[in-house]
């Protein structure tokens, strides 16, 4: 089983763009809530969501095609390197999304990033957000354009549950870093 301190240093080996990292914790924290959902291993989904974009940094045009056999010739469980390459289906792979990690992971990799982008806007960061105001901010397609709403809602008809039940349950797992992802309040941090 990957641990997060591994999936650490097996990212820092590709991951160097602060944007990129900040971005591995969002999700990493955000898989963190998802486990704790659903009675998981919080650390193991933790380093899932830490190494999800592993090869993305160097290959952004191919990304996933160069995760899985450097993945593997680390050591890293080929359950665990599916988990990660499953985050690609229908993008950049036919590695359809199975166990409640794989659902998981698809659907909190791009909702990680509308979350991000409705805390930095609040004079409290991510400290006073709460479901409400996400749900305003994801029905504006203008807002955090880049984030693909289509496909965070096939996600959680996958884990069949509520964009407001994920959308909470990943707000509430980044509150509990807020300052390690730079989400508290401009004169708190």
């Not at 591995?24 to 830490?50: D, L, T």
């Not at 289906?89 to 659907?107: A, F, G, I, Q, W």
């Not at 409290?124 to 709403?149: H, Q, V, W, Y």
């Amino acid at each position: 089983m990957l641990s997060l301190q591994r999936a650490i240093e097996l990212n820092e080996t590709m991951v160097h763009q602060e944007h990129l990292l900040l971005h591995a914790k969002n999700v990493c924290y955000a898989m963190g809530a998802m486990a704790r959902y659903f009675g998981e291993n919080v650390e193991h989904w933790q380093a899932i969501g830490m190494l999800h974009d592993y090869d993305y940094e160097q290959y952004p045009e191919d990304h996933l095609a160069h995760t899985e056999e450097p993945l593997l010739a680390a050591g890293v469980d080929p359950a665990d390197v599916r988990a990660i390459l499953s985050h690609g289906y229908e993008l950049h792979n036919d590695v359809r999304p199975e166990t409640n990690m794989e659902k998981s992971l698809y659907t909190v990799d791009e909702l990680t990033g509308i979350i991000q982008a409705c805390a930095r806007m609040r004079p409290a960061g991510i400290t006073d957000l709460e479901i409400k105001s996400f749900m305003k901010k994801f029905k504006d397609r203008k807002f955090a354009a880049k984030c693909d709403r289509d496909l965070i809602l096939k996600g959680c008809e996958m884990l069949g549950m509520s964009l407001e039940d994920v959308a909470r349950i990943c707000i509430e797992g980044m509150k509990e870093h807020a300052a390690e992802i730079g989400l508290l309040p401009p004169n708190s941090q």
